[in-house]
């Protein structure tokens, strides 16, 4: 009885080693990529009052069907205590209303302009469009590109100014907080951008990557120099590819220029989507398309990119599977420990990200749920391949093959 006491414990010793150690990865990763995002910056770091010399800024909104949006964008603008800015908003052939809207609030501050776009030329994505003419009407010495879906804090404009003169950059770039309403909101957005952070690492991973594929920006709030701008054949040089903000980053760092990612979670807000279907949409707009613009080694990681998306959201649920087959008598040992430490590992991980994204952690409970929603976006983004359609409008993203 003896004997067999002392083999029943180093057994049971040996599978919860193997158990722990298989479990590793789950524990330990999620903390590695919270690590690596601490070491981010902030434009909290920077003033808030405006230099003394402050340039001329140009804020150009791209707007198409944006009437439940450009009235707040505008005014959060107008707000801004810097002291000098003009704000053109871009008219992209809007049936909704919101040119209407815009120049409401331009009759009432002359500091707003609205503009019409003309017809998209073939061979042109509609924001780089509009974005490309409103910098044609811009007198600023600095452009800054927003999202009618934005929201601007009163001392973004100075805080980011200040920070694009003390690093000397040609293009800065603010990293702000996602507002979230819905259910699915709540549940998908913060495992996306947690997987976002997984690939980039904080804004200093970012902004000392020697890698042009480590380089980003945000399309949401994006400035560049006037200078820079027209040096670099303004949006043309993107005017094909899905995700603008990306390569424009990735093409200024290749050009030998500086750019800059900063995080300004207190100056600056947006609400990407407001539903199931937005999401999915939205997103699947993005992460194939663009996120192979993204990936290093070139041609080679662009092939296996695609098993590289789908493995993100399957790792995650493995372990929760495996914990269901427990059930039906399939795993048993070993792979019983390993699944249930792992599980446990990813709620406690996912209740901490709930939590600093400001949602309740009993969503943590629901990440499951939230990884099958995140696979259906991965597998139907893969399958549409570089076809994209985006507010009535379709179109086919270039890809950069080189490297």
Same mark, same amino acid.
């Given at each position: 009885?003896? $004997? $067999?006491?002392?083999?029943?414990?180093?057994?049971?010793?040996?599978?919860?080693?193997?158990?722990?150690?298989?479990?590793?990865?789950?524990?330990?990763?999620?903390?590695?990529?919270? #690590?690596?995002?601490?070491?981010?910056?902030?434009?909290?770091? +920077?003033?808030?009052?405006?230099?003394?010399? =402050?340039?001329?800024?140009?804020?150009?909104?791209?707007?198409?069907?944006?009437?439940?949006?450009?009235? &707040?964008?505008?005014?959060?603008?107008?707000?801004?205590?810097?002291?000098?800015?003009?704000?053109?908003?871009?008219? *992209?052939?809007?049936? *909704?209303?919101?040119?209407?809207?815009?120049?409401?609030? #331009?009759?009432? &501050?002359?500091?707003?302009?609205?503009?019409?776009?003309?017809?998209?030329?073939?061979?042109?994505? @509609?924001?780089?469009?509009?974005?490309?003419?409103?910098?044609?009407?811009?007198?600023?010495?600095?452009?800054?590109?927003?999202?009618? *879906?934005?929201?601007?804090?009163?001392?973004?404009? #100075?805080?980011? %100014?200040?920070?694009?003169?003390?690093?000397?950059?040609?293009?800065?770039?603010?990293?702000?907080?996602? +507002?979230?309403?819905?259910?699915? +909101?709540?549940?998908?957005?913060?495992?996306?951008?947690?997987?976002?952070?997984?690939?980039?690492?904080?804004?200093?991973?970012?902004?000392?990557?020697?890698?042009?594929?480590?380089?980003?920006?945000?399309?949401?709030?994006?400035?560049?120099?006037?200078?820079?701008?027209?040096?670099?054949?303004?949006?043309?040089?993107?005017?094909? $590819?899905?995700?603008?903000?990306?390569?424009?980053?990735?093409?200024? /760092?290749?050009?030998?220029?500086?750019?800059?990612?900063?995080?300004?979670?207190?100056?600056?807000?947006?609400?990407?989507?407001?539903?199931?279907? +937005?999401?999915?949409? @939205?997103?699947?707009?993005?992460?194939?398309? =663009? @996120?192979?613009? =993204?990936?290093?080694?070139?041609?080679?990681?662009?092939?296996?990119?695609?098993?590289?998306?789908?493995?993100?959201? %399957?790792?995650?649920?493995?372990?929760?599977?495996?914990?269901? #087959?427990?059930?039906?008598?399939?795993?048993?040992?070993?792979?019983?420990?390993?699944?249930?430490?792992?599980?446990?590992?990813?709620?406690?991980?996912?209740? /901490? !990200?709930?939590?600093?994204?400001?949602?309740?952690?009993?969503?943590?409970?629901?990440?499951?749920?939230?990884?099958?929603? %995140?696979?259906?976006?991965?597998?139907?983004?893969?399958?549409?391949?570089?076809?994209?359609?985006?507010?009535?409008?379709?179109?086919?993203?270039? !890809?950069?093959?080189?490297?």
């Amino acid at each position: 009885m003896v $004997f $067999f006491g002392v083999l029943v414990s180093v057994f049971s010793h040996h599978a919860l080693g193997i158990a722990v150690a298989a479990a590793l990865p789950w524990i330990v990763v999620p903390w590695m990529i919270l #690590a690596r995002w601490s070491r981010s910056k902030s434009l909290d770091e +920077e003033s808030p009052r405006a230099p003394d010399d =402050a340039p001329l800024v140009s804020i150009i909104i791209p707007a198409r069907n944006e009437a439940h949006n450009i009235a &707040d964008c505008v005014r959060t603008v107008l707000a801004s205590t810097y002291p000098r800015l003009e704000v053109i908003v871009v008219d *992209d052939h809007s049936t *909704d209303g919101t040119g209407e809207i815009a120049r409401a609030i #331009a009759e009432m &501050d002359v500091r707003v302009r609205v503009i019409d776009n003309p017809d998209l030329p073939a061979g042109w994505f @509609g924001k780089q469009w509009a974005c490309q003419h409103g910098a044609d009407s811009a007198q600023g010495a600095i452009l800054i590109f927003v999202d009618a *879906d934005t929201r601007l804090g009163t001392d973004l404009l #100075a805080r980011s %100014v200040n920070g694009m003169q003390r690093t000397q950059a040609d293009l800065y770039t603010v990293l702000g907080r996602q +507002e979230m309403e819905s259910f699915w +909101e709540r549940l998908v957005q913060p495992q996306i951008f947690t997987l976002l952070w997984a690939r980039y690492g904080g804004t200093e991973w970012i902004n000392r990557s020697a890698h042009v594929a480590d380089k980003i920006a945000n399309g949401q709030y994006l400035m560049i120099r006037r200078t820079a701008y027209d040096a670099m054949q303004g949006h043309a040089l993107v005017r094909a $590819f899905v995700a603008e903000d990306l390569m424009l980053a990735q093409q200024y /760092f290749a050009a030998g220029r500086t750019t800059v990612v900063v995080i300004g979670l207190q100056q600056l807000s947006t609400r990407m989507y407001t539903s199931l279907g +937005e999401l999915v949409q @939205g997103w699947g707009k993005n992460v194939f398309a =663009a @996120g192979r613009e =993204a990936v290093p080694f070139g041609k080679m990681g662009q092939v296996f990119f695609p098993v590289v998306l789908l493995a993100m959201p %399957v790792l995650q649920l493995i372990p929760v599977v495996t914990l269901l #087959a427990v059930l039906t008598g399939i795993v048993v040992g070993a792979g019983v420990i390993w699944a249930a430490i792992a599980t446990v590992a990813l709620l406690v991980w996912w209740a /901490f !990200v709930y939590w600093f994204e400001g949602q309740r952690i009993v969503y943590a409970v629901c990440c499951p749920l939230g990884a099958i929603v %995140v696979l259906y976006i991965f597998v139907s983004a893969i399958i549409r391949g570089r076809r994209v359609s985006w507010k009535g409008r379709r179109y086919v993203s270039t !890809v950069v093959t080189e490297g």
